[in-house]
């Protein structure tokens, strides 16, 4: 009797003693992720730097990472406990020979084969077998087992979904970004102490050299007021918040600085300026803005946009508006992002204009008008955050469950995801403006000193980058 993983996947059964025959067999597959060594190393708290430092590892004998030795063995347990002999048995030995590393994108079959039987204590004993998708034997050994001796037949337990957070996704990019060195930052009217302190704290973080341009009775009340000190802050004196907007963007159109942070004036003002034809800040790219976010639900860094430029934007303005989030992907270290175009529903409906869209941008992507990065949609947030979600409606997909990128369908729905991200799931983030000739650090006025601080560090990254590659 064989059976595979194909098998009945709602019901759990057993064979007891009497029903299991020498040469019977069963098997599992499973492919294995960078998230199955994390969640191993956190269950049996090995952080071996083998399985868990790329770094590290790329200089070991095996110049990669690779999986922990007993993930294999915990395979086995699986076959034996799920279906030869199943539910009721009891392990009583194991040998293992550890042949082969097992790297990630690995796919394992993990069999097991009755050998013998013992009927006097109901004793069972299996050859195991781990083999990868080349064929080669990985892992082996041999399993002593108690075969159940009464039948079992219950409905297959849910198991949790466990996501898996490493919590340093902001200070990874800090280290980072203070590598490359601090930018010139025109500080577009700083007079409160928030977008003051905000500035002055990122100077002090060594990512920003800051341009204060504001009327500088108004500054040094603030800072007095504040307890902050001015001294060596480079000031450019203006009348008003009109007046700092235009002088920032003329900076910035001039080069002499290389980035504009937003102080204590409105965006729109602020934005007026950028786009302005004197400014010469304007590309052929559609303006619009990205929040970088990463929450303990989710485990990686991932994009929102656009929520706070780009009100209800049309197809050739969303294409506009991904490309500037795959640029911003690929600057942060995603080779190759996974784009999630968000609606209320996973099918394209014509009278839901988002899915429409949705449909459209895949297609340009298809052939080549969007490029960088793997685009699907529409799909629903849970699906785009969620596997299991996906899952259990049938979609498959590339990037539903793994997005990296969250296309919104207008800027309400954005910015709402985003403040309950931030506010009720415990987010980092970070915002910039994209699509410039120089990244434009929009924050507001209830943004956290960490989230201002991460968007300079995403702030000097772009610049960086915009020095060799100009939009």
């Not at 770094?55 to 063995?73: C, L, N, P």
């Not at 929040?291 to 209800?312: E, G, K, V």
């Amino acid at each position: 009797m064989t059976t595979t993983q194909d098998d009945d996947l709602h019901i759990v059964r057993n064979r007891t003693f009497d029903q299991i025959a020498i040469g019977d067999t069963a098997s599992i597959t499973r492919t294995l992720s960078m998230d199955d060594i994390a969640l191993f190393a956190v269950m049996s708290g090995d952080d071996n730097p083998q399985h868990l430092d790329a770094e590290f590892a790329a200089s070991s004998r095996y110049q990669g990472v690779i999986a922990h030795g007993m993930w294999g063995a915990a395979l086995i347990s699986a076959v034996l406990g799920t279906r030869l002999p199943g539910a009721g048995t009891v392990y009583t030995g194991q040998t293992l020979r550890f042949l082969q590393p097992v790297r990630v994108g690995d796919t394992l079959a993990i069999s097991v084969t009755v050998t013998a039987r013992e009927p006097r204590n109901r004793h069972v004993t299996l050859a195991c077998r781990c083999v990868n998708q080349h064929g080669a034997v990985v892992l082996d050994g041999e399993a002593q087992v108690i075969a159940p001796a009464e039948q079992i037949e219950r409905v297959r337990a849910t198991l949790p979904e466990v996501r898996l957070h490493n919590g340093d996704g902001t200070r990874r990019l800090l280290e980072h970004a203070r590598t490359l060195g601090p930018i010139k930052v025109a500080v577009i009217h700083p007079c409160d102490e928030l977008s003051l302190s905000g500035a002055l704290d990122a100077h002090a973080a060594g990512l920003i050299t800051p341009v204060l341009v504001a009327p500088r009775a108004r500054l040094e009340a603030v800072a007095l007021e504040a307890g902050l000190s001015l001294a060596g802050i480079a000031i450019e004196d203006v009348e008003h918040s009109h007046a700092a907007a235009a002088r920032g963007a003329e900076l910035a159109g001039k080069g002499e600085v290389e980035a504009l942070m937003k102080g204590s004036l409105h965006t729109d003002e602020l934005m007026s300026a950028v786009l302005a034809a004197s400014a010469g800040l304007r590309t052929k790219r559609r303006i619009s803005h990205c929040f970088l976010m990463q929450t303990p639900a989710y485990p990686r860094p991932f994009i929102i946009t656009d929520a706070a430029i780009n009100i209800a934007p049309n197809l050739a303005m969303k294409a506009d508006i991904v490309r500037n989030a795959i640029d911003l992907a690929h600057v942060i270290g995603v080779a190759c992002p996974r784009v999630a175009i968000l609606a209320a529903v996973e099918t394209v409906n014509a009278d839901m204009p988002a899915t429409l869209d949705a449909a459209a941008l895949c297609k340009m992507a298809d052939r080549g008008q969007i490029t960088g990065a793997i685009l699907d949609g529409p799909l629903a947030f849970d699906n785009a955050v969620s596997i299991a979600a996906a899952t259990v409606k049938g979609i498959v997909s590339e990037v539903a469950g793994r997005a990296d990128i969250l296309l919104v369908p207008d800027l309400e729905s954005g910015n709402m995801l985003a403040k309950q991200l931030e506010y009720m799931g415990d987010a980092d983030s970070a915002g910039i403006v994209l699509g410039a000739k120089i990244p434009v650090i929009l924050t507001s006025r209830a943004d956290s000193r960490a989230s201002r601080i991460a968007s300079c560090a995403i702030a000097v990254m772009l610049a960086n980058h915009y020095r060799s590659t100009p939009p």
